[in-house]
């Protein structure tokens, strides 16, 4: 198997443009996709692929102005720059998608999902049930997520909002494999598929194993699978997207100090992978929950809540979550450090819970 | 008039008329009988909007409809004993049971399932007609609105890059001049809400008498052919009247009685029509009874039926959450 060292951004992009050169049917389409001299999305991802597969763009001429190019008959493109409208972006994919395409969409940022809500609750959501099979809506959302020193709009972690929504797909690759393998299953899957991803972990420039290596063939990961990031036998910890990673390390930690952590990422929160995280509190009888969405109605309560219901006799001690507080995200980067769970925060509480 | 059509296609536009009208009739009857479940928002006095901007569409140009779709529905082709059956809750309904009132259609005549968010069809319609120009046909999408749509994000969102992009779809405003129990006048400083903000998205416009089905299809047939040869998008701003309420329990209190009878007893459009086929000589008035009865026993029949189609097992209830294919 060829494999190539890779970030997760790379990873993403890997994955549409392979689906692309595959499927007609594929497209992109969101603000800043791919214009000339712009980022490819806030986060590089579709950066290129307008210039392969032809977009809409304005390109600096020879005298100084710009010139409008893949304007006059937009069906010639496979990547679309919209202007800044949630609504129609998202509105438009919903109907090309009931009509056979496979768009695939991004917003800057997670946050700006909240002015396209109709279009994903009302409607990608629902058409499939209320039309009872009728129509389908396989479209893929893409959001970036994740506190990173940019206040309130630019911070958040919606993944449990879209959790509650029957209908979506919810999915939070966090390794450039999984983002490959997860963007090409979303691609193909019939269904409308939220994907979010850490801004944190695109480049690996914060989370420096964040990179790693991706076979350059075809593969997908199936939603609904769990991967254990580390096996243990004291505690279980069930963390997504950054949280992993913090739990990774703290798990490092607590292993000098002989306590055996494993450490779970469910990567796919709708379908969730329950089986795996009861297989393992048989295992340890002891579960701590960690995310960088609020507390309050975050997907740990319900994982917690489920665990509660179906294996609370397997417990040796209470559930533990950690989630970011009930509060919006700070600035401050210290306020906000004090908001999300940090490693040190995981090590303390995974300390006491395995004495527990 | 100039452009009298055929009198097969003015008598097949009468039909649809007609089946709107007493499809409607039919529905209001079992509701006050207390037969059916939950709300409606008929269509009644809107038949000349529907059947006209319908009636010379393929099956696959699709059509895009709101919380009245039941006239819209029917002009596109929907069987009229799977809508009744939608309306009873049962399996046999075109959704299955799963949609209602709100949300009929069937996609294999191109009627999209109706859209209960006011202006939450504008953006599907548009990525419909994106899809249409990605794959280089000439299909065309019907979008229905009413006038309460044009002052939502979602229609001025839609204009702009419908615009921008020369999306094949035609906008059909039905300004029946109340958003619910508010009036247009309330909502929107001059009269004709939609028209006249189409000009600034490059969009070209018409004001047509919505109650006239010959001059909305018409303006359909211009609209159509431009979307068509790739000129892009028509909005159509169809003056027109509900004979109703926005809804099942709206007693219509706001509306002034001049206007009222203006709209539903001087204007009729099922009657208007009525009259001019039979003036054209496009068939006897004895035989247009006939015609009419045979849609009237049809209509009856289709709501027997419906009153004790099967009714869903549960396990229907978590069908088609996701996709479970054909």
Request: aromatic fraction near 6%; hydrophobic fraction near 20%.
């Given at each position: 198997m060829i494999m190539a060292k890779m970030t997760i951004a790379e990873a993403y992009k890997q994955a549409i443009r392979n689906e692309m050169l595959k499927d007609d049917t594929v497209f992109c389409i969101g603000e800043d996709e791919d214009i000339p001299g712009g980022m490819g999305g806030s986060f590089t991802v579709t950066k290129g692929l307008g210039e392969e597969f032809g977009a809409n763009v304005a390109i600096e001429g020879e005298d100084g102005k710009l010139h409008l190019k893949g304007c006059d008959d937009v069906g010639y493109n496979r990547v679309f720059n919209t202007p800044i409208s949630e609504i129609v972006t998202a509105g438009l994919c919903v109907g090309a998608a009931m009509h056979g395409m496979k768009p695939v969409a991004d917003v800057h940022y997670g946050d700006f999902l909240f002015c396209m809500m109709d279009q994903l609750v009302n409607q990608a959501a629902k058409m499939c049930y209320m039309s009872n099979g009728q129509v389908h809506v396989p479209m893929v959302m893409r959001a970036p997520v994740g506190a990173t020193s940019r206040g309130a709009q630019h911070a958040q972690s919606l993944e449990s909002f879209f959790c509650h929504v029957p209908g979506l797909k919810v999915i939070c690759p966090s390794t450039p494999y999984d983002a490959k393998g997860m963007m090409t299953e979303a691609i193909r899957d019939p269904d409308p598929v939220m994907v979010f991803e850490h801004k944190l972990l695109y480049s690996g420039k914060t989370m420096a194993n964040a990179v790693g290596e991706v076979p350059e063939e075809d593969y997908t990961v199936p939603f609904g699978k769990a991967a254990i990031r580390r096996e243990g036998k004291d505690l279980t910890i069930v963390a997504n997207m950054l949280m992993w990673y913090r739990a990774m390390e703290a798990a490092e930690e607590l292993e000098k100090e002989g306590i055996s952590v494993e450490v779970i990422d469910p990567r796919s929160l709708v379908p969730f992978d329950y089986e795996t995280i009861l297989a393992s509190i048989c295992k340890t009888h002891k579960l701590m929950i960690v995310h960088e969405d609020h507390y309050t109605g975050g997907w740990g309560a319900t994982l917690g809540s489920y665990v509660a219901e179906n294996a609370i006799m397997d417990l040796d001690a209470p559930i533990v979550r950690l989630a970011a507080l009930d509060t919006p995200i700070p600035f401050s980067p210290k306020l906000e450090n004090y908001v999300v769970p940090s490693t040190a925060g995981i090590l303390e509480a995974a300390r006491k819970l395995a004495k527990m | 008039m100039s452009n009298f059509p055929s009198n097969e296609k003015a008598l097949g536009m009468y039909r649809k008329m007609y089946t709107i009208r007493k499809y409607e009739e039919c529905l209001y009857y079992l509701f006050l009988e207390g037969m059916m479940p939950g709300s409606l928002h008929q269509s009644t006095g809107e038949e000349a909007c529907a059947v006209g901007m319908?009636?010379?569409?393929?099956?696959?140009?699709w059509m895009a409809t709101t919380h009245r779709p039941a006239g819209h529905d029917i002009a596109k082709g929907v069987d009229i004993k799977a809508m009744m059956c939608e309306m009873f809750g049962s399996e046999e309904g075109c959704c299955g049971g799963h949609g209602g009132a709100m949300h009929t259609g069937d996609i294999r005549v191109g009627a999209m399932p109706a859209n209960a968010i006011v202006g939450g069809d504008l953006p599907i319609a548009a990525g419909v007609a994106l899809s249409n120009k990605m794959k280089h046909n000439d299909n065309v999408v019907v979008c229905f609105l009413g006038?309460?749509?044009?002052?939502?994000g979602s229609y001025h969102e839609t204009m702009n890059v419908v615009g921008l992009w020369k999306l094949p779809v035609i906008f059909a405003c039905e300004n029946n001049l109340y958003g619910a129990n508010t009036s247009v006048l309330l909502s929107y400083y001059a009269e004709n809400p939609a028209a006249d903000r189409a000009e600034c998205y490059g969009i070209p416009s018409e004001v047509v008498d919505g109650n006239d089905v010959l001059a909305v299809n018409e303006a359909a047939t211009r609209a159509i052919a431009r979307a068509r040869a790739g000129e892009g998008a028509t909005i159509l701003e169809l003056k027109t009247y509900r004979h109703g309420g926005h809804s099942r329990n709206d007693a219509c209190g706001y509306r002034p009685d001049a206007e009222e009878d203006f709209w539903?007893?001087?204007?009729?459009p099922v009657k208007s029509f009525r009259k001019v086929i039979l003036e054209h000589g496009v068939i006897s008035e004895t035989e247009l009874e006939a015609i009419e009865a045979e849609i009237e026993k049809e209509i009856d029949e289709a709501a027997e039926y419906a009153k004790t189609a099967k009714q869903p097992d549960y396990d229907s209830a978590t069908k088609n959450i996701f996709w479970e294919g054909k």
């Open positions: - | 319908l009636y010379d569409l393929r099956t696959e140009d006038d309460g749509a044009t002052n939502e539903i007893n001087q204007h009729d």
